[in-house]
């Protein structure tokens, strides 16, 4: 049963640039979400997928979009990038519509701007 | 808004003893609350959760948390340490949304161990 995927591993950018990421969700799962981790710091919530449709939103502004594929996998798309936007990006998925939830993290993208 | 604090920005432990790492928590209604281990370079692995109900909860490797609503604390244990457990803990907490919610994570507990 494979978890939760991310690609690529490790990225980086140049200021001023778009980048995106993807992640696959862990088999069963039909939510996603994403969260920024800044080093030395605990992760972030960016938003959430489910449906195709983002459901909540972080205190992120307008450069960082998303999308919900049918398949469940999604994209982060970080528009504009600055410097401060360098961290570790971490997807998890959940199943929303069992109960009490809990989210399984894949391993994240190490994006780099410069 | 909710918020998560951990005090404790490093703690060292020596092999073999017990640990305790804190964490206190802000949320208006009945938090879920969680704990996640991170190793460097990897994704978060979760260790236990609190939804309801006995507020002592067993988790994997060993680590248990205990809830306290009085104190808005769900602080983490394990009896005793092993190398491998070096690593650096979260906390975080989540709504009652049945997975709708984001979590809020604390800034993280670097845990050392020492030989």
């Known amino acids: 049963d494979a978890g939760v995927t991310q690609s690529p591993t490790h990225l980086i950018k140049t200021r001023g640039q778009q980048v995106t990421l993807r992640c696959s969700p862990k088999s069963g799962h039909d939510t996603v979400s994403w969260y920024q981790q800044a080093l030395g710091q605990g992760p972030q919530f960016i938003f959430q997928?489910?449906?195709?449709?983002?459901?909540q939103r972080g205190n992120f502004p307008d450069r960082f979009s998303g999308h919900q594929f049918p398949n469940y996998s999604s994209e982060l798309n970080v528009n504009a990038l600055l410097l401060g936007d360098s961290a570790l990006y971490l997807c998890?998925?959940?199943?929303?519509?069992?109960?009490?939830?809990?989210?399984?993290f894949g391993p994240g993208t190490r994006l780099t701007v410069t | 808004a909710q918020s998560v604090t951990q005090p404790d920005i490093h703690i060292t432990v020596s092999e073999g003893a017990s640990l305790e790492l804190r964490c206190n928590y802000s949320y208006g209604a009945t938090p879920y609350l969680f704990w996640y281990v991170q190793s460097p370079g990897q994704g978060l692995q979760l260790l236990l959760k609190?939804?309801?109900?006995?507020?002592l909860v067993q988790g994997i490797k060993g680590f248990e948390a205990e809830f306290k609503r009085s104190q808005s604390s769900f602080n983490l244990r394990k009896p005793s340490v092993h190398w491998s457990d070096a690593a650096e803990y979260f906390c975080?907490?989540?709504?009652?949304?049945?997975?709708?919610?984001?979590?809020?994570f604390g800034k993280g507990t670097h845990l050392i161990i020492q030989p």
């Open positions: 997928y489910y449906e195709e449709e983002e459901r």
């Open positions: 609190y939804f309801s109900g006995d507020t």
């Open positions: 998890a998925s959940s199943l929303r519509l069992t109960g009490p939830y809990e989210q399984y």
């Open positions: 975080a907490v989540g709504g009652s949304g049945g997975g709708a919610d984001g979590l809020t």
